[in-house]
């Protein structure tokens, strides 16, 4: 399986359950950080550190300075 799609709820504390397929799918285990994306026009996305961190590379000049100083963070809090 390559593609998924769900309908998840938001729980009183603001949490989503990322449902069992999608966690074997991309190996994701508790303690695992992902980073959020937000857009007010494309809407909400969750992925991998490593995943974004590709994209970056291959065209570091998509991406403003503010969001690679908020993805170092990311990083940053992701190592502790």
Do not use: A, D
């Given at each position: 399986m390559d593609k998924f799609m769900s309908n998840v709820k938001i729980g009183p504390k603001?949490?989503?359950v990322i449902p069992?397929?999608?966690?074997?799918?991309f190996n994701l285990?508790?303690?695992d950080s992902l980073i959020l994306l937000a857009d007010i026009k494309?809407?909400?996305g969750?992925?991998?550190?490593e995943a974004i961190a590709s994209v970056m590379k291959q065209n570091p000049i998509g991406f403003s300075?503010?969001?690679k100083e908020t993805l170092e963070k990311v990083e940053e809090d992701a190592e502790k």
């Open positions: 603001g949490q989503i069992s397929e999608v966690r074997k799918m285990k508790p303690g494309q809407g909400i969750l992925n991998t550190y300075s503010e969001f």
